[in-house]
C-alpha cells in the first residue's frame, strides 16, 4: 500500500459500498410504489438498454438520499481521510444524475462520475476512466462486489465493503486488503425478514376444523397443516414485497426502519429473487390440496397484492381489507378440510378482526406522534384521525363480543354443543383481553401488533387457554 496511503486518491464505489442498498432498484421500488403501471414502462426503457433504464429511473424517480442506509464503518473511514486532506472520488455505475446528488449530500467527494445513455460504468469500463483520468499513477479503490475485481487487481491498496469471505479470499492472494463493515449471515436475514412470527396468524385455518370437532381427524388434519405452510409461503412473499416497496416509508418508522431490507442487512436483490420461488413453493403445495383451496388462495394473495399497492394507503379500507384477509383464513382452512364455515363465525370474525386492526393503527399513531411525527408513513392516517379510529375500534371489538353472545343462544350452537350455556365465560374473559390490549395501546405501552401482543403476553395467553377449555367443556 505505500508508506503515504493519504498521497493516493480514493476511488469510491456507491452501491453496495458507501450505502448498503442499490440506487437502480431504489428507484425501480420507489416508482411501481406509486404507480404499478410502471412496471410496462420499465420494460420499454430496459429494450433501450441498461443504461438508458438507469437514465431514466434516475430522471424519474425522487429517492431521499438522507434515508438511504449507509455502511457505517466505512462512511468513518472516508471521514477521517477526508479530514487528512485526501482526495476521494466517487465512480459508481449508477446513472450520473443520482451520483451528483448523493456527492452533493455526503459533501466528501472532490469529484465524481457515473453511468449515461452511452456508458455503463462497470467493471472494466469503469478502470478505463480511472486511467483515462490518472494514467498509470497508484490509486486507492473501494468496492463491494465481483464486479469489481479488475479494479482491486490494478489497484495499489485495495479496500472491501460488506463483502463474502469467498470474495475477500479470492484478492487476498494476490494483495493486502483492508475490510469494513462485514455482511451477515443472509440466510438469518432472509428468515428474519420472511417474518415467521407473523405465521402465527395463520393458525386461524384451524379453526374451522376445531369447530367441526374433527380434528382427530389425521387425514383431515394432514390437510390443515399442508394450508397452514402454504399460507406461510404466500404471506411471505408478500411480505419481502411490501418491504421492497415500503423501503422509504418503513426508514421513517422507528421500528420498521431496523427491518433486513430496510435497513440495508440484506440484499434488496435477495429479497427480489426470494419473493417469487417463494410464493412458487405455495402455489406448488397447494395442487396437493382441494380446488376450492387453491382458489382461496389466489384470492388471498391477490387481494393482499392489491392491498400493497393500493389499498394500503385508502383511508378505513385497509382497515377492512385486513380483517377480510383474517376471514380469508377462516374460509381457506375450511376448504381444505371441505367444511362449511358457519355465517356466525365470519361475523365475529369480521369485527373482532377488524378491531384488532384498528388497534394496530392506533398504535401506531401514539407511538409515531412521540417523535413530532404527525402523519403514519405509508398510510392515510394522521394524528387528527386517533379519536375516530379509538372510537370505531371499540365499538367494533364490543360487537365482536356481542355476536358471540348471541350464537351461544343460537339454535346453531345447541346443535353443535352438547352444553352451550359453557360458553358464557369465554365473553368474560374475552372482554378482558380486548379491554387489556386497548388499555395498553391508549397509554402507548403497545409497541408491536396487537395479535402478537395477545400471543405474547401472559394474562392473554392464560384467558386463551381457558377459553379452549371452555370451548371442550361445551363439546
Not at 372510537?391 to 346453531?412: D, H, R, W
Amino acid at each position: 500500500m505505500g508508506n503515504n496511503a493519504s498521497d493516493i486518491p480514493l476511488y469510491v464505489d456507491l452501491d453496495g459500498t458507501l450505502i448498503k442498498s442499490d440506487l437502480l432498484l431504489e428507484g425501480l421500488f420507489l416508482l411501481l410504489r406509486n404507480n404499478p403501471l410502471y412496471l410496462f414502462i420499465v420494460l420499454l426503457w430496459l429494450l433501450s438498454g441498461r443504461s438508458h433504464l438507469k437514465s431514466e429511473v434516475a430522471r424519474t424517480a425522487s429517492i431521499n438520499t438522507a434515508l438511504l442506509p449507509v455502511n457505517p464503518e466505512f462512511l468513518a473511514f472516508l471521514q477521517q481521510e477526508k479530514a487528512k486532506g485526501r482526495r476521494i472520488v466517487l465512480i459508481s455505475a449508477a446513472n450520473e444524475r443520482a451520483v451528483a446528488t448523493v456527492a452533493d449530500h455526503f459533501a466528501l467527494f472532490d469529484e465524481h462520475y457515473g453511468s449515461n445513455d452511452a456508458t455503463n460504468l462497470k467493471a472494466e469500463t469503469k478502470l478505463k476512466r480511472i486511467q483515462a483520468h490518472i494514467g498509470q499513477k497508484n490509486f486507492a479503490y473501494a468496492g463491494n462486489s465481483r464486479a469489481d475485481l479488475p479494479l482491486w487487481q490494478a489497484a495499489s491498496e485495495v479496500i472491501q465493503v460488506n463483502c463474502p469471505p469467498s470474495l475477500t479470499a479470492a484478492i487476498e492472494k494476490i494483495k493486502p486488503v483492508r475490510k469494513f463493515d462485514r455482511p451477515g449471515n443472509e440466510l438469518h436475514l432472509l428468515w428474519e425478514a420472511l417474518r415467521p412470527h407473523q405465521w402465527i396468524k395463520n393458525g386461524l385455518l384451524f379453526i374451522p376444523l376445531i369447530l367441526a370437532q374433527k380434528v382427530n381427524n389425521l387425514h383431515l388434519l394432514q390437510h390443515a397443516i399442508v394450508a397452514f405452510v402454504c399460507f406461510s409461503l404466500a404471506a411471505s412473499s408478500v411480505y419481502l414485497l411490501n418491504d421492497l416497496l415500503d423501503l422509504n416509508s418503513d426508514r421513517h418508522h422507528p421500528s420498521k426502519k431496523q427491518r433486513p431490507l430496510a435497513s440495508g442487512r440484506l440484499s434488496l436483490y435477495t429479497g427480489l429473487f426470494a419473493m417469487p420461488v417463494i410464493l412458487l413453493a405455495a402455489l406448488i403445495l397447494a395442487h396437493t390440496q382441494t380446488f376450492d383451496f387453491v382458489r382461496m388462495l389466489g384470492i388471498y394473495w391477490l387481494l393482499t397484492m392489491f392491498y400493497s399497492f393500493v389499498l394500503k394507503r385508502v383511508l378505513l379500507l385497509d382497515l377492512v381489507t385486513l380483517s377480510s384477509l383474517y376471514c380469508l383464513r377462516l374460509i381457506s382452512g375450511a376448504a381444505a378440510v371441505s367444511v362449511l364455515v358457519s355465517p356466525w363465525l365470519l361475523a365475529f370474525s369480521f369485527s373482532l378482526f377488524t378491531g384488532l386492526a384498528v388497534v394496530k393503527r392506533v398504535t401506531e399513531l401514539i407511538n409515531i406522534s412521540s417523535d413530532s411525527v404527525f402523519t403514519l408513513p405509508g398510510r392515510a392516517y394522521t394524528r387528527k384521525h386517533l379519536r375516530m379510529l379509538t372510537i370505531l375500534g371499540i365499538i367494533c371489538c364490543l360487537l365482536a363480543v356481542l355476536v358471540l353472545g348471541i350464537y351461544i343462544n343460537a339454535e346453531e350452537a345447541a346443535a353443535l354443543y352438547s352444553s352451550p350455556l359453557v360458553l358464557w365465560p369465554i365473553c368474560g374473559l374475552l372482554f378482558l383481553v380486548l379491554f387489556r390490549l386497548w388499555n395498553f395501546a391508549i397509554d402507548g405501552r403497545l409497541q408491536y401488533d396487537p395479535i402478537l401482543f395477545a400471543i405474547r403476553d401472559r394474562p392473554s395467553q392464560i384467558a386463551t387457554a381457558l377459553m379452549f377449555v371452555l370451548l371442550w367443556m361445551a363439546i
